[in-house]
């Protein structure tokens, strides 16, 4: 028996995690190259496990566990195994594509905000949407782009700005667990459920429509393994912003909003259409 067998096995766990905990991304990955598929299920399969121990172990003490997955991290980059399927399969895409350490650790700093913080200034609050979806973009585009690291330079900042808009959205959409379940406002300035209004509502939306024109001069430049994956999943991202926009912010403190399966496959079709006439390299 060979090591390949545990590393292959590896990928279909974090693949089977995308699959289950998200309908939407794992829908998107599947458009992805094969060998890129498998690398971005083991980002985000890593990434959910950190989300996990913040959001919802809480009858653990988050911060050992937290603190567990680092030194795991930390020790099977060195080693080049972990006997965490999961983590396995991250190192294995961490140190294929030599995505820098750094990125991880501050990806791990801002879930660590999570167990203490319940919400941010504008300085703290930056940091912690560079640090938990920033840097997530960033490891993709280390992948997207591989020994290219000219385009990887030129595309950097479209990365980070789409990561920075998927994860405004997800607060915007999931105001009503954060506040419910978690306790949390990741409002930048809102200390208070009473400080949430269509006012702060709006700044964000301006923000998230900012980034998503940043983000969009990047994807038309992205390689061809990926590009529909990423194009569809910012055009699934545009459409939940379009519906919280029609709502206020009541409305959002009392439903999630969703869009239809049906709705997604529409989706897939039109981008198909259209990164057929995107440059791509």
Do not use: W
């Amino acid at each position: 028996m060979s090591i390949e067998l545990y590393n292959s096995t590896s990928f279909k766990i974090s693949n089977l995690i995308a699959r289950n905990y998200s309908t939407s991304f794992g829908f998107a990955m599947n458009l992805f190259s094969s060998e890129v598929k498998d690398s971005i299920a083991a980002i985000y399969g890593y990434v959910r496990l950190a989300d996990e121990i913040v959001d919802t172990f809480h009858d653990q003490d988050k911060k050992y566990l937290l603190d567990e997955l680092r030194k795991e991290t930390l020790t099977s980059l060195q080693n080049g195994i972990s006997i965490n399927p999961v983590v396995n399969s991250f190192q294995y895409t961490v140190n294929k594509y030599l995505i820098p350490q750094e990125y991880i650790t501050d990806f791990l700093d801002s879930m660590e905000m999570d167990i203490t913080n319940t919400s941010y200034d504008r300085q703290n609050y930056d940091k912690y949407v560079y640090g938990s979806a920033e840097v997530v973009g960033l490891m993709c585009l280390k992948v997207f782009c591989h020994t290219n690291d000219e385009l990887f330079l030129s595309l950097e900042i479209p990365a980070k700005a789409l990561g920075s808009a998927f994860q405004k959205v997800n607060f915007l959409r999931d105001i009503k667990s954060d506040l419910n379940e978690r306790g949390r406002i990741y409002f930048p300035d809102a200390g208070h459920e009473n400080e949430l209004n269509d006012r702060n509502k709006y700044f964000l939306e301006t923000e998230v429509e900012n980034e998503f024109i940043t983000a969009f001069s990047g994807i038309k430049r992205l390689p061809k393994n990926s590009v529909l994956g990423v194009y569809t999943a910012y055009m699934y991202y545009s459409i939940l912003l379009k519906k919280i926009k029609k709502m206020n912010m009541n409305d959002l403190k009392s439903k999630r909003v969703r869009i239809s399966n049906l709705t997604k496959l529409i989706l897939l079709l039109k981008s198909a259409v259209k990164v057929r006439s995107l440059n791509t390299v």
